[in-house]
């Protein structure tokens, strides 16, 4: 399993916090990661990527600006705020704005580099944040938001002082960000915990790590067997990122074996329909929901998903209906009666889950299905139609 793309682009901004050449690997052949590298790059960083490695040389002087397009082209680039507050003591990086799942605001990284000692705000579409120093502080987030933990993290390494984070969040991706900071000098206590502990330090150095396996894309393996009612084995995983999502497949009826590196899961007949609630780590990782959906759509009974991480996730819902689901949403709810089978039908890709939750569903649908804009799905999954063709999908790429 290649590496996280949700890890591997806050270990790569992360490499901004060190002079000298930091080595990053497993890295996946995902889109995401040449996009990270053109901000890197633009930030006066040089960056090799050489087969799974990603090779960061960071100057003594780096720019503080983070302009648009680079950051236009890839939300996660707003990672670079906390990096550059932390060693730069400015940033001025462009505002990313909304996408197809919610609004998603700043107001808690902006907050939390607030407690830190920085003046924040918004100009000309930018996120603009100084201090002459930046000072340990106790910070609360109100809800544990994966990037305003990473942000305020990779500040306060290099605050005076003592940070602790309450309600952080608690996803395996920042535990591999910490043990890389750790790697580099930082001290941090608590990551994967709901509250961190950061004691800042002088200077850190370079480091080489390897990303943590994508328990996103494993888990979509996962609700692959589950929806085609087949087989599959994943390794270069752990398997206790994906306690939530086994746990439900397994109510549905599937069969799962834990691996040393990974799992085997099997689904020997149509799956019972079963509820998801998505939520923060450890909870039912809402970047699965469209897999769940996908499950729901064909399971054998009446399924409840609610979602409670991004206000408008459920767009998708509208593309299975036109494959023939018996769904309808309410707010956070979304409910369905599954079919026997789906039909076949052109479709849309909304975002990159969404854009693999529609595979899914194509695979066990009646014809042929059309999914396009499958660029969002290049985004996060490496390899997604050879990986699907190696597990038996018909399922090919065309242009258009
Ligand atoms: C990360 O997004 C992931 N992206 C998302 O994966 C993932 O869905 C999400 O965490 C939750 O697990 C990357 O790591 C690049 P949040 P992030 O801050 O950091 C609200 C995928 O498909 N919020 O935890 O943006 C926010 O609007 C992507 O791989 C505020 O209100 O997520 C959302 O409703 C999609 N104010 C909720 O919190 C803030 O300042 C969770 O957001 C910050 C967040």
Known sequence: MAGA???????????????????????????????????????????????????????AELSHEAD???????????????????????????LPGGDAIGSRPLDMHQSGLRALGATMS???????????????????????????????LMAAVLAQGTTVIDNAAREPEIIDLAAMLGQMGAKIVGAGSATITIEGVEALHPT???TVGDRVVGGTWAFAAGVTRGSVVVHGIDARHLAAPLERLLQAGAAVDVLDDGFAIEMPRRPRAVDFITMPYPGFPTDLQPMALALAAVADGHSLITENVFEARFRFVDELIRMGADARTDGHHASLRGRANLSSAPVWSTDIRAGAGLVLAGLVAEGITEVHEVGHIDRGYPRFVEDLQSLGAQIERVAG
């Not at 806050?10 to 995902?30: H, R, S, Y």
């Not at 990661?33 to 050489?50: F, N, Y």
């Not at 950051?71 to 550059?84: E, Y």
Request: proline fraction near 5%.
């Open 5 to 59: 793309k949700n890890s591997v682009l806050k270990l790569m901004a992360a490499a901004l916090l060190a002079e000298g050449t930091t080595v990053i690997t497993n890295c996946p052949a995902i889109l995401d990661v040449p996009l990270m590298a053109d901000v890197l790059i633009g930030l006066g960083c040089s960056v090799e990527l050489t087969g799974d490695r990603a090779t960061i040389t960071t100057p």
């Open 68 to 94: 648009f397009p680079a950051v236009g082209r890839l939300r996660a680039s707003v990672c670079v705020l906390g990096p550059l507050m932390g060693r730069c003591h400015r940033a001025r990086v462009a």
């Open 122 to 152: 918004i100009e000309h579409g930018m996120v603009v944040g100084q201090a002459d120093q930046l000072r340990g502080a106790q910070i609360g987030l109100d809800f544990p938001s994966v990037g305003a933990t990473e942000n305020i």
């Open 208 to 210: 080489e790590h390897r």
